[in-house]
């Protein structure tokens, strides 16, 4: 991925289901200088980036309409989209559910229950070294 446009703050999408979960994200990327947005499905997931690519996607795997390995294999079949990393943030995150999100076209898997420091380590490591001010 390119690195973040310098006339923006690098942004992260969260996706997931559970309310409790955007905000805990959201409160850990906001405080460390991050812009966010959410969204509470894999469909609102795929409207946001297409309008508006983020830098990085965190995305739970396992929610109603659409799961995360088909929002992240939608991702991957758009021009738009393709680029941007996917990061997994679930409780599925046995060995085989790490090959799997990778087979699927995400980065990595990051197990629930995280610190702000699996969320801002893996930011680095697939979106660059940090938030740009506006």
């Not at 955007?22 to 409160?27: D, I, L, V």
């Not at 990778?102 to 969320?119: C, D, F, S, V, W």
Request: proline share 7%; glycine share 6%.
């Amino acid at each position: 991925m390119s690195a973040p446009h310098p006339d923006r703050a690098c942004e992260v999408l969260i996706v997931d289901d559970v309310a409790t979960e955007r905000e805990r994200m959201s409160g850990i990327l906001q405080t460390a200088g991050w812009r966010v947005r959410t969204a509470q499905s894999g469909v609102q997931a795929l409207e946001s980036a297409r309008r508006d690519p983020p830098d990085i996607i965190f995305m739970d795997i396992v929610m109603p309409e659409m799961d995360g390995f088909e929002a992240c294999r939608r991702l991957a079949d758009n021009p738009r989209t393709r680029s941007i990393p996917v990061v997994f943030v679930s409780t599925k995150a046995q060995r085989a559910d790490q090959v799997w999100a990778r087979m699927q076209g995400g980065r990595e898997l990051i197990a629930k229950p995280y610190t702000a420091e699996h969320l801002l380590s893996a930011i680095r490591r697939h979106a660059g070294s940090g938030p740009r001010a506006d």
